[in-house]
């Protein structure tokens, strides 16, 4: 099981941008799927997770500029991100929680390498 992340760039400041994370590989279920990003010199931070039946969660800092969304026929979760602004610049990663390979093995979390977005002024 691999998970993909795609959708990074270069973007001024106040445009939006979507990124996408297609999980590849054969599994049984995920329990969610969530983005996390993590700045220059920062930690790695929560910034949105969405589970299976589609209930979202966003860290109180990310209400309002980003939208966490999950197509579960493509195993794909996005992120749409508007009015970007420069401190938003960060590596984008995402992840899946508990993901089950086969039906009564326990889930494991997987990351994917992460796209960088940089956000000019």
């Known amino acids: 099981v691999q998970l993909q992340a795609s959708g990074g760039g270069l973007v001024q400041a106040r445009e939006s941008l979507r990124l996408s994370c297609a999980v590849s590989g054969s599994f049984f279920s995920i329990s969610a799927l969530g983005w996390h990003r993590q700045a220059p010199g920062k930690q790695r931070e929560l910034i949105a997770r969405?589970?299976?039946?589609?209930?979202?969660n966003y860290a109180d800092s990310m209400k309002g500029r980003f939208t966490i969304s999950r197509d579960n026929a493509k195993a794909t979760v996005y992120l749409q991100m508007n009015s970007l602004k420069v401190e938003d610049t960060a590596v984008y990663y995402c992840?899946?929680?508990?993901?089950?390979?086969?039906?009564?093995?326990?889930?494991?979390?997987?990351w994917g390498q992460g796209t960088l977005v940089t956000v000019s002024s």
């Open positions: 992840n899946a929680e508990k993901l089950v390979i086969r039906p009564h093995l326990r889930g494991n979390d997987y």
């Open positions: 969405i589970t299976e039946g589609g209930s979202t």
